[in-house]
């Protein structure tokens, strides 16, 4: 592994947001900056989220308040993807969601019934949740045993606060409904599901290998972006540490101390501080 080293130029930057580019409602250091720079210089930015509590509209407006100015075409959430999956595999509107209203809200536009019952579901949506309770795994465990698909947004552990604090994110309600019911996901829409990144790649126009994945999650954002052929840097500002990577399921092809090295883009040359290539 070498302290030292120049990170190439891609045509684009695909961002992840909690933990990349901000903490909760504050920026992180040189995040301002680095997207301001990017753009000056012509480069693609796109933000991919597994936040499904906020509207991709609401996100693009969070980034432009903290001036970062944003058009909700270049923010993925996994609401999207997660209708996309439902439109072509449910049998009827009627769903079972556990999840925050924004996400209702986003199925209900879509076409879909959420329910409060277990009768005649077809499929059960396991979101972040801050109400979750034990009615709400019965009712999943019902509708899953009677025959109802089984899809969630994401699956990130944890939602780190700018204070430091952890709040449970969707992954362990997931875990939940799974060992109630002993069934597997039927779909994944979310990191590190590569569904949001290739409809970015789409708007894009670009390949996979022009673009760059940036993210604070070995488990989430960088297993995505391996998935979708992107080369990924990892940045230590969130979720993960150099510690992670010996068990990570994705190994970064660079690490970053923060964002800072990302903002010269004339040809490339960045400077040497803070630039680690895992895999060299």
Do not use: W
Request: include cysteine; charge should be negative; glycine fraction near 6%.
């Amino acid at each position: 592994m070498h302290e030292n080293g120049r990170l190439p130029s891609f045509q684009a930057y695909l961002f992840d947001l909690d933990g990349t580019i901000y903490q909760g409602d504050e920026l992180l250091p040189e995040a301002q900056a680095t997207i301001h720079s990017l753009r000056q210089f012509g480069k693609g930015v796109m933000f991919i989220t597994n936040e499904s509590a906020r509207t991709r509209e609401q996100t693009a407006q969070k980034l432009t308040r903290m001036g970062i100015p944003t058009e909700a075409a270049h923010v993925f959430t996994p609401t999207q993807a997660l209708i996309d999956m439902l439109h072509q595999r449910c049998s009827t509107q009627r769903i079972y969601l556990i999840g925050e209203e924004p996400l209702r809200r986003d199925l209900v536009q879509a076409g879909f019934q959420p329910v409060e019952d277990a009768e005649s579901v077809s499929a059960v949506i396991v979101s972040n949740d801050y109400d979750f309770h034990y009615r709400k795994l019965k009712l999943a465990h019902q509708a899953i045993r009677r025959g109802a698909l089984f899809f969630a947004t994401n699956a990130d552990r944890l939602i780190i606060h700018a204070n430091g604090e952890e709040d449970p994110d969707a992954l362990p309600l997931i875990s939940a409904v799974q060992a109630s019911t002993r069934k597997d996901l039927d779909g994944m829409a979310g990191k590190p599901s590569p569904a949001m990144a290739f409809s970015a790649l789409r708007l894009l126009g670009l390949p996979p290998e022009d673009c760059l994945l940036v993210g604070d999650n070995l488990e989430t954002d960088i297993l995505m972006g391996s998935r979708c052929g992107m080369k990924t840097a990892l940045v230590l500002t969130g979720a993960s540490c150099r510690r992670h990577l010996a068990q990570a399921p994705a190994s970064p092809d660079y690490i970053l101390e923060t964002l800072e090295s990302l903002q010269s883009d004339t040809e490339r040359e960045l400077p040497n501080q803070g630039v680690v290539h895992p895999n060299s």
